[in-house]
């Protein structure tokens, strides 16, 4: 996987977001996805979200994720 696809993943689960992806390696992601649909909801629910956007590629794609998950108002 690289930065892209894993972009066009989150954007079509969470479609008014935006994304921004980064990675040295292709294994190793940070992601900063900003959303209103993160609108009262937990940082852990925030990710949640995210990595539902993602499936299996995070069991066999991506080896780790550091996701900045904000409402456009954070």
């Known amino acids: 996987m690289n930065p ?3 972009t066009q993943l ?3 689960a969470i479609p008014d ?3 921004s ?3 040295d390696d292709n294994v190793h992601f940070t992601a900063t996805v900003i959303s209103s649909s993160f609108e009262n909801l937990s940082l852990i ?3 949640k979200m995210i990595y539902a956007s ?3 590629n995070m069991k066999q794609e991506i080896h780790a994720l550091s996701i900045d998950a904000r409402t ?3």
């Open 72 to 74: 456009p108002d954070s």
């Open 54 to 56: 993602l499936g299996d």
């Open 17 to 19: 977001a935006d994304v």
């Open 10 to 12: 989150i954007q079509s």
């Open 45 to 47: 629910d925030r990710h």
């Open 21 to 23: 992806v980064s990675s």
């Open 4 to 6: 892209e696809q894993i």
